[in-house]
């Protein structure tokens, strides 16, 4: 059974940053492409960066220049860094693969960004 836990959110204000990490269950992340996902209540979950197993690296243009996405595959863990964040950057944050899993759904990381 696959399990993902994200943490690392919280109220930051604008222009800050803030890592968040995924840690996996069940999964190996160093043979899956794995993504940070955002959703606002309303609206649609966005990708906002992506990571293949060759370490090949996504990104829309939104957060592009400000996220960055890692791997550390010894710990089967993933990390966003978030750097100059915005307001709009306000969501709940989930790891899941790429294309994603509807089973895989975690309870997500609340970022909170402060104008």
């Known amino acids: 059974q696959v399990q993902l836990v994200e943490s690392g959110g919280g109220l930051v204000q604008a222009g800050g940053s803030l890592t968040l990490s995924c840690t996996g269950s069940?999964?190996?992340?160093?043979?899956?492409?794995m993504a940070w996902y955002r959703q606002v209540p309303g609206k649609q979950r966005e990708l906002v960066a992506a990571?293949?197993?060759?370490?090949?690296?996504t990104y829309p243009i939104s957060v592009k220049g400000r996220f960055t996405i890692s791997r550390d595959s010894a710990k089967n863990m993933m990390y966003l860094q978030m750097n100059s964040l915005k307001p709009e950057d306000t969501a709940v944050y989930h790891c899941?693969?790429?294309?994603?899993?509807?089973?895989?759904w975690g309870q997500g990381t609340q970022v909170t960004v402060s104008s």
């Open positions: 899941n693969t790429s294309p994603s899993r509807d089973e895989f």
């Open positions: 069940g999964i190996s992340f160093a043979f899956t492409t």
């Open positions: 990571i293949t197993r060759l370490r090949a690296q």
